[in-house]
């Protein structure tokens, strides 16, 4: 008799206690969802920085071997000053580079050549034109004094 009572009397107090704590789980279940969103959210934000960072690298690595370039183009005796010129009537494509009269530039010039839009499209030396589109490393010199001033 004693048992069943000592039995009956756990499972009422756990019922009870049971019946006392159901209130209290959803609540818990929102909190570990608001905690896993949270962790998941700075999950993404230490990723995001990640990939800045990689990109920002990259972009150091680029400038770097610009300068190295540009370095080495100094050492050989290219000068890197450029005068601008922009041509107003020409927007740079690939088919077919700008017409222009050489005549007006000095031999020992080295210009700097943009279209309308100020891209870049090649420079001058020596009274000949390189274009970008088929001379290597034309553009360079003009980005390295545009890292200089910023």
Known sequence: MKNILRTTSYTL????????????????FTQISAAIQQQQAVTEAQLKKAAIERQEELKQFTFEARKKTLDAASRIGEHIEYSNVT????????????????????????????????????????????????????????????????
């Open 87 to 150: 041509i107003e009537n020409f927007t740079d494509n690939v088919s077919s580079p700008p017409k222009l009269d050489m005549s007006a530039f000095k031999p020992n010039d080295r210009i700097q050549v943009y279209d309308r839009n100020g891209v870049c499209i090649g420079r001058i030396r020596n009274q000949r034109f390189e274009w970008k589109h088929h001379y290597l490393n034309t553009c360079l010199t003009i980005e390295k004094q545009q890292e200089q001033e910023n």
């Open 13 to 28: 107090g756990g019922l009870g206690a049971a019946v006392a704590i159901i209130p209290f789980i959803p609540s818990v």
